[in-house]
């Protein structure tokens, strides 16, 4: 396998306003946008070294999502490999910088 693409889109709280205007059956609420660095322990005490790996975290939590649609293109033989080379980029990636996650989050109420 050369390249697998799975896009993912976070939009901006202004899109989501939008979006949910145009749809016309909700009120927003409630709207916030945070941040959530790569690293859980970024900057804290950790106990234990299982946790020190933030390639190993993130890839897990990308493994929770992918890997179905991975093995129902693919197959599972590739998975192990698949996974394995991601966290080492993901580990590379967060070595030389700040890496974030970031979540939109809204409240609404059904209108009439």
Known sequence: MDSF???QYTPSPAEVKCEVGKEGSFTIN????SQVNWNAYHGEFCPSDAHKDGG???AKL???VAEPLLVSHFGDGIIEEVFS???KIVADRM???TTEFVNVT???TKRG
């Open 5 to 7: 693409n799975i896009p």
């Open 30 to 33: 409630r709207l916030e946008v």
């Open 56 to 58: 190993y975290n993130v």
């Open 62 to 64: 990308v493994r929770a």
């Open 85 to 87: 080379r991601y966290q």
């Open 95 to 97: 070595s030389r910088e």
């Open 106 to 108: 809204v409240s609404m």
